[in-house]
Structures are given as structure tokens and as C-alpha cells.
């Protein structure tokens, strides 16, 4: 039998009674929906700043910041669209993905500016000695604090268009440099080459890309790459901004701050000399301003992270190999700055409501990593908006799942990236069978089966396997009772 999972669903079994047997009647369902398709097409989007100059190596025209002069900009922008997803690139700056919309909620998962604000010129911080924020998701490199390609236009193609999916390339090469950059950057040019893969399937509810790295020089190179995440999950699309209820998840324990931003860590334990546990700063509620937090010492092996907007339960999670991106850089401009939010029109600052999560091929900033001669980096990852889960435990690119237990009970909610696709539920407490049945998912509420545990105390662990109603496996997981 069928059962729709969601949100709004509790199903809990008594004690010694099977699955199959407990009685439960197949929810009746519509009739299937059509194929879905994936379209690409082109649109124009607007994007306001206060009045600024540079030159045309990008440096910043001294005395050109007017703060009380708004001026437009428009972009060439690339919409990528299925059934779930409306993907909005803006290859000409910085060759970002700027907004993830997700169809079934309406709701915007990324941040984008309304109002751009230059900021730290002649401080000696970023690559062109001043920076501003646009958004989106964008690649740095090949230095630190956004590199030198944050505001260069990429080339773009369409590698691959149908009905079935749609690719495409955002590139740029290293083969510029700024003469006046501050002394911590690299000199000259690097010649990496960098192209972005970006790919939406239909019938898929998360966004595929990967990052391809090329160094053609005879020789290793130091350099640095990171991917920057500007999100806001469950947003309003014309207004994105993260609450006081955005949670950072992150398979992390502990964490480390430079020495400028060690009141980052006054709310959170010591986890060992120079680490502080993960607890309270996971909440943007608990930043006391801005600052930059490390995953202390890297990843540990989890190949997620993200944010969820516990104030309506929805969110985004990238999931990636992390032993090729084991750095995890965490920034917010601290909560009590949006306490009292001003108009950006009326009032445009560079502080804005967002949590700034980072990908890196090393574990900080200005901590090189070593690009072989002739060699190639490649980093694959995808982007799926949850619904209905409060956490993040286990996660492929099929499946993001929530498991926990209690003396209580299992408390399973899952999340699937392809959500037309019918699903057997399996959980097990040693030999005993708690839930086994097909599901079919909920992509606007998301899921959530409740199952009791039997008396019979056979064993403190819980296995979870979510698989193809007529297939293999597509997630496992093992939880203990607590």
C-alpha cells in the first residue's frame, strides 16, 4: 500500500504489530502529473547601488562613493526552469547563481542585495582594496576574501539542451592581475582556468553544478578556491533576507575564530585550545556581530551543510565531497544589526541579514592549497531546498534525511530530490520491523513518518533505508536510541 508522508502525518505503530498489518488504507491519488520539462531562457534583471566609479583595473575611483545617489544597473541573466526550481545565472558578474527559487513554496533560498554599498576601500582587506556584495552563489579565486573574479564577467554556453535537462558553462581564466592589490594577495596572474557547470533535470528538486580547475602551467601553483553561499531560505522572493531563526547545519563539533573575531565564541564552551563548541553560534539569532567562524578542524568527513529557516521550516543544503572542499568558512554581519532593519533605499549600508556559508579547497583564508602542474580539480555538488525537517543527519544526492530516537520513539523526516519518484520506507530496530512501506513524497510539506519502538529492547540501534519502490537503495542510515 501507498502512503503520503508529511509534515501534517504522524504515523506510529503499536508495539508488536507489523507494517502490513496495521490496517492503514491507501490514500487515494490523482491522476499522474504530465512529464515535467526543463526550459532555458533569457531575461534582464535590474540591480540598484549607490553611485560609484573604478578604473579599468577595477580599482576604486577615490572620492567617486556618493551614498546619497542611487543608481541602476541591469544584467543579461540566464533562467534555468523545471516543474520545483526557477534558477536565475548572471554570468557577466562574477558568473553566480544568483536565485534559487523554490516552485512548490514559492520561496526564495538565496540572498541577493537590494541596494550594493562599496565598502573597505584603502583598508588593506580584499583583493581591489574595496568589495561589495551582490549575492547568490558565486566561485572565488585564485586568493582569499573573494579573490579577484567576484566582479568579472564569465563567458557562458549552453553545453547541453532538452527536454530532459539543461546545461550550462560559466567560465573565466586568471590572466589579469591588480598592481595595487594589498601585499598578503598574489602577484601577477595565476592562468588558472575555471568553468562552472551548472545543470537543473527535470523532475529534480536540487540543483546540480561542479567547478572545474585547471592550472596549464608546467609547475605547482599556490592558490586558494572557495565557494562563497549568500542564503536566506524561505524567503520572499522580492525581499530575501535570513530571521533570527536561521540555523547553520553543519556536521561539525567545534570551531576556531581569528583573533579578531574571538567574541564570536563568548556564548559557546572551550572544545580544546583555540576551539569552541558548535552550539550556540549555529543560531544567527547568537551572532553579536560581524566575524569569521572556522569548522575546527575541517569537515570530518560530512559531505553536507547549509541553513534552515526554523521560523517556517524550509532551507538549503549543499551537498559535496568535502574531502575536496574541506574548508568551511561561516560570516554573518552579527544579528543585532537587523533588529531595527532600515530601508536599503533609504538608508543603503553594506551590513545586510544573511548567513554567508564557504567551500574550500583548504581549511582557512590565506592558507594555500597546492595545484599540480598540468593538473585538474574538479567539485562536484548540488543544491536542494528542504522542507518540514528541522535538521540534516544523513544526505546524498538522492535523499536528505532527518533521523533521531528516543525511548519514545523514531522520528524520521526526509526530503527527495526527485520527488515524483515513489519510495520504500524501511525502519528496523535489530530483526524488528517498525515501518516498511512505499511513500510518496510531499515536495511543498516535506515528510515525516513517526514509528513506536517494541518492547522487546532488541538493540540501541535504529537502521533507516530509503530505496526505489521497485529498486536499489538510495540512502542509508544508522541512528542510536537516546
Given at each position: 500500500m501507498a502512503i503520503r508522508a508529511s509534515s501534517s502525518i504522524r504515523l506510529r505503530f503499536a508495539v508488536a504489530v507489523l507494517p502490513m498489518a496495521c490496517g492503514f488504507h491507501a490514500v487515494a491519488h490523482a491522476a499522474p502529473p504530465e512529464p515535467d520539462r526543463v526550459s532555458l531562457s533569457e531575461q534582464t534583471v535590474s540591480w540598484s547601488t549607490v553611485k560609484y566609479a573604478t578604473y579599468a583595473d577595477n580599482g576604486f575611483v577615490d572620492g567617486s562613493f556618493d551614498k546619497t545617489t542611487i543608481v541602476g544597473r541591469t544584467f543579461r541573466a540566464h533562467v534555468l526552469e523545471n516543474r520545483y526550481l526557477k534558477v536565475t545565472l548572471v554570468p557577466e558578474f562574477g558568473g553566480r547563481i544568483l536565485s534559487i527559487i523554490y516552485k512548490p513554496t514559492g520561496h526564495e533560498q538565496l540572498y541577493r542585495t537590494e541596494v550594493g554599498v562599496p565598502y573597505g576601500?584603502?583598508?588593506?582587506?580584499?583583493?581591489?582594496?574595496?568589495?561589495?556584495?551582490?549575492?547568490?552563489?558565486?566561485?572565488?579565486?585564485?586568493?582569499?576574501?573573494h579573490g579577484r573574479t567576484w566582479l568579472k564577467p564569465w563567458d557562458f554556453k549552453v553545453v547541453k539542451e532538452t527536454a530532459g535537462e539543461v546545461t550550462v558553462a560559466m567560465s573565466l581564466t586568471d590572466d589579469f592581475g591588480y598592481s595595487a592589490a594589498p601585499k598578503q594577495f598574489v602577484r601577477g596572474s595565476t592562468g588558472i582556468e575555471a568553468t562552472y557547470y551548472v545543470t537543473l533535470k527535470a523532475g529534480r528538486a536540487a540543483l546540480d553544478a561542479r567547478m572545474v580547475l585547471k592550472n596549464p602551467n608546467d609547475k605547482t601553483i599556490d592558490y586558494e578556491y572557495w565557494t562563497c553561499t549568500t542564503l536566506a531560505p524561505?524567503?520572499?522572493?522580492?525581499?530575501?533576507?535570513?530571521?533570527?531563526?536561521?540555523?547553520?547545519?553543519?556536521?561539525?563539533?567545534?570551531?576556531?575564530?581569528?583573533?579578531?573575531?574571538?567574541?564570536?565564541?563568548?556564548?559557546?564552551d572551550s572544545a580544546g585550545t583555540g576551539k569552541f563548541r558548535f552550539e550556540k553560534l549555529r543560531y544567527f539569532r547568537n551572532w553579536p556581530t560581524m566575524g569569521i567562524a572556522y569548522a575546527a578542524p575541517d569537515m570530518q568527513g560530512g559531505n553536507f551543510w547549509g541553513v534552515i529557516n526554523h521560523d517556517n521550516e524550509e532551507g538549503i543544503i549543499r551537498i559535496a565531497d568535502n574531502t575536496v572542499t574541506p574548508g568551511l568558512k561561516m560570516w554573518?554581519?552579527?544579528?543585532?544589526?537587523?533588529?531595527?532593519?532600515?530601508?536599503?533605499?533609504?538608508?543603503?549600508?553594506?551590513?545586510?541579514?544573511?548567513?554567508?556559508?564557504?567551500a574550500g579547497v583548504s581549511d582557512q583564508?590565506?592558507?594555500?592549497?597546492?595545484?599540480?602542474?598540468?593538473?585538474?580539480v574538479s567539485i562536484p555538488e548540488t543544491y536542494s531546498p528542504t522542507v518540514g525537517m528541522r535538521n540534516v543527519?544523513?544526505?546524498?544526492?538522492?535523499?536528505?534525511?532527518?533521523?533521531?530516537?528516543?525511548?519514545s520513539g523514531v522520528d524520521l523526516q526526509f526530503v527527495s530530490l526527485e520527488p515524483a519518484t515513489p519510495l520504500r520506507v524501511t525502519l528496523k530496530r535489530g530483526?524488528?520491523?517498525?515501518?516498511?512501506?512505499?511513500?510518496?513524497?510531499?515536495?511543498?510539506n516535506g515528510n515525516r513518518i513517526s514509528a513506536a519502538l517494541?518492547?522487546?529492547?532488541?538493540?540501541?540501534?535504529?537502521?533507516?533505508?530509503?530505496?526505489?519502490?521497485?529498486?536499489?537503495?538510495?540512502?542509508?542510515?544508522e541512528t542510536k536510541i537516546k
Open positions: 576601500m584603502k583598508a588593506g582587506v580584499f583583493y581591489y582594496d574595496w568589495l561589495m556584495v551582490y549575492g547568490g552563489i558565486l566561485p572565488t579565486f585564485p586568493d582569499a576574501e524561505g524567503s520572499d522572493p522580492n525581499h530575501p533576507k535570513a530571521t533570527g531563526g536561521a540555523e547553520i547545519i553543519a556536521p561539525i563539533a567545534a570551531y576556531s575564530t581569528p583573533h579578531w573575531s574571538a567574541n564570536l565564541s563568548e556564548g559557546d554573518t554581519w552579527g544579528y543585532p544589526s537587523f533588529t531595527n532593519e532600515t530601508d536599503a533605499r533609504k538608508d543603503p549600508n553594506q551590513l545586510r541579514p544573511y548567513v554567508e556559508l564557504w583564508f590565506f592558507h594555500s592549497a597546492k595545484f599540480p602542474a598540468r593538473g585538474e543527519t544523513d544526505a546524498n544526492g538522492n535523499i536528505l534525511v532527518n533521523l533521531a530516537a528516543t525511548a530483526d524488528a520491523i517498525l515501518f516498511d512501506d512505499t511513500v510518496t513524497s510531499d515536495p511543498k517494541p518492547a522487546d529492547g532488541s538493540g540501541e540501534q535504529i537502521r533507516l533505508t530509503i530505496g526505489a519502490a521497485q529498486g536499489n537503495a538510495l540512502i542509508s542510515a
